[in-house]
DNA sequence: CGGACTTACTTTAGTCACGAACAAAGGGAC
DNA sequence: GTCCCTTTGTTCGTGACTAAAGTAAGTCCG
């Protein structure tokens, strides 16, 4: 009974993530067989952690029995750093997101770990129902997974061990897992978006900064030591304008939120104290030198992601991010540039676009959390271990109780 | 004793492959615990197939014995498809590669299948030892593995079942694989070479064509339908030239071999009537305008796969194929370039020349047939799963012979 | 209204691979 | 030499998972 069963977890997470479903789902679902579900179930249904709860009529056989979990008061904490501001929110296992909390944030104060730590404790601490563990997704590649390391130019931090420190500081022993924000959003998007309805998405977020994840066969491509997707550093133009990385040319020097406005700023599109917010607004409505700055980075966007897929050769690229919001503004040239670039047979290549608001990023994060129980790999390390094992233990003891 | 076990094939092939292993070096080698190894190998032990050929002088502890293929008599069959010709070789599990057979081709022609069938139908006649399959490699992307149905602009094929084909013709019933020839050449680098050392490769070919394969913790990304990889087709440039793909500025327009020859002749380099390897011995010859006419290659080869770097975040180069033979050429400007545009923390990332001939494409597709004993996601189809039971068939039926 | 067909589970018997403890076979320090 | 350490390999018991065959519970069609 006390089986530290490494599948319980996966089908406990499957029931909590995608609601009641009959054990031929959850078979098909996890890769087992039936005899294997059956199996499992009955453990957790004598342990009263899940219930048969419906049955569905049938469709010319014998009509299959709805599982549930009892209690599904189970979730995480997602965490999303950004160079100005901290955004943390709790989600529960169905997705339903809690109420968030947002703090001012400065990454290179000496104290910003110590920041970083209260904000969640606070969290941490009113959080309702079974904390599985808190997830934090930053702008920066996190070089080693187990131990928290991260890389962020972007928030001027290099070598941090930010897993370990948040584990230490922590309220109650939590386990704690990070990674680049674009990857939390892509793990989010495989467990609740359209990606999911995909076996290989190419996802790309614009905005401040312009990032992308890669998926293969349902696996995120981490890259070595964590650094894929740095879209926004791909050099795109011979003599562009220097990046904050140093370089020259990088795509997010040119179609980036910054980028944008400071064009626009020079081109007198906006006043000299305006900035990419007023852009939209002029672009919204009407203003030709805008529309076609969008226009500009359309194409350039489209070009350089139609070169990516000639490379990897995606299902489906999914667009989203804060600049999202104008979308439309970019749409036709992108769509154009994309498409002209293509091998003729790929041109067909569905895009779609989805609306990621601030706080969907933090519950990304939380995803990766919620993910682990499914990763057979193993790439959560030992955090991910004790995610599974809280998740079996939490409900079980939630029961008893 | 019959048992279709999934693991043998994949021990002997690890025996074939490396040579002479301890038991504790397969266990590590296949991922299994030490226990099973010992079951694994009673078996192959007592059925002869393999043996205790020597043991290795301890290094602190109990000295290994070496365990060996008592028949080693087993490989497989390579082909390369090139729109002027076929290559065909013959490849034994340890890497020795036989005797070449070259046919001219054309991909066109109506009976070309035929041709092809023809060709291979020789070698697989005189095969030494167990023929374990064919593999075939060919540029252009394999639709459906299993089926093995190729789309090829190359070669002007386009839902070809060439696998089918092939195995309805040969003369005796063999496994057939199909893959793209880039793909197959990283699988025999996996196998063989610089890249198997290392975890992600990035591996770049340089000729004709240019290709890449990108390989992932130890797979191979193949993308959606086996497109991945097509490098060739990046656009690079606005107002570049017109590529055979029908678009404009693919890379493979402006640095593949026919674009470098079409340069030299533009700018009076070489003659009208001459080509690639006349302006390989201008250039090695100290003429200033060849000279700079690789190093604007090099510049714009190192700036694309800069970004792709970038977005894949590799942790080996390896660039290889026929332009290779002239690669001191290109190096400097695409060492600088590649540098230049890469994050500071990536620009010390290993670059790797490898010299691969001709016939060594060949034998990459063999590899493809010598890999299948270890490929656990079973992505080679039913195919794969012929050629492990004819790995293990094979050498115990040679034994009891 | 009963048989043919479908689909959903369950039981059984067995395989595969592993962890843990143990045995074997050396090196090195004193 | 004689401990102790390191590394290799083996034995044994166990647990996870499965295929195959059986059971349950419905629909559909004549």
Same mark, same amino acid.
């Given at each position: ?5 490494? $599948? ?61 979990? @009892?209690?599904?008061? #189970?979730?995480? *904490? ?38 970083? #730590? ?49 584990? $230490? ?14 990857? @939390? ?12 309805? +995909? ?21 995120? +491509? ?96 999914? *667009? ?72 079996? $233990? ?8």
């Amino acid at each position: 009974m006390d089986a530290l069963d490494r $599948r319980a977890p996966a089908l406990l997470a499957t029931l909590g993530v995608r609601g009641p479903q009959s054990r031929t789902q959850l078979a098909r679902g996890l890769g087992l067989s039936p005899a294997t579900v059956t199996q499992l179930t009955r453990q957790l249904l004598t342990a009263g952690v899940i219930g048969e709860v419906d049955s569905v009529p049938s469709r010319g056989g014998r009509p299959a029995t709805l599982l549930a979990l @009892t209690n599904r008061r #189970a979730g995480a *904490i997602g965490v999303k750093v950004s160079p100005s501001r901290i955004t943390v929110v709790p989600v529960q296992m169905d997705g339903a997101v809690g109420e968030r909390t947002v703090a001012e944030f400065d990454p290179g104060a000496p104290e910003a770990l110590e920041v970083l #730590a209260d904000t969640i404790a606070t969290q941490v601490q009113e959080f309702d129902g079974v904390l599985l563990g808190v997830g934090v997704g930053l702008p920066g590649a996190v070089d080693d997974q187990a131990r928290g390391v991260v890389d962020a130019p972007t928030l001027g931090w290099s070598g941090m061990a930010v897993g370990d420190y948040l584990r $230490r500081t922590l309220p109650q022993p939590v386990p704690v897992l990070l990674d680049n924000d674009v990857n @939390t959003l892509a793990v989010a998007e495989h467990m609740y978006g359209e990606a999911g309805r +995909h076996p290989s998405p190419l996802i790309v977020t614009i905005g401040h900064g312009i990032g992308c994840a890669i998926v293969a066969g349902g696996r995120l +491509h981490r890259g070595f030591r964590g650094g894929a997707g740095e879209l926004g550093h791909v050099p795109v133009a011979l003599d562009g304008p220097e990046c904050r990385c140093g370089n020259r040319g990088c795509l997010e020097a040119l179609v980036g939120d910054d980028a944008l406005a400071q064009r626009a700023r020079e081109r007198g599109i906006v006043g000299p104290q305006e900035g990419k917010s007023e852009l939209n607004d002029r672009a919204l409505g009407g203003h030709p030198g805008a529309i076609q700055l969008f226009e500009e980075a359309g194409t350039l966007l489209g070009r350089t992601l139609a070169g990516l897929a000639q490379v990897v050769d995606p299902d489906v690229l999914v *667009i989203l991010g804060e600049g999202t919001d104008v979308w439309e503004l970019w749409r036709p040239s992108f769509t154009m540039a994309l498409r002209r670039h293509l091998l003729p047979d790929r041109r067909s290549i569905p895009i779609v676009m989805e609306d990621w608001p601030d706080d969907r990023w933090a519950a990304g994060a939380a995803s990766l959390v919620l993910f682990s129980p499914f990763d057979t790999d193993g790439l959560g390390g030992d955090q991910g271990e004790l995610v599974r094992t809280r998740l079996h $233990r939490g409900l079980t003891e939630a029961v008893e109780a």
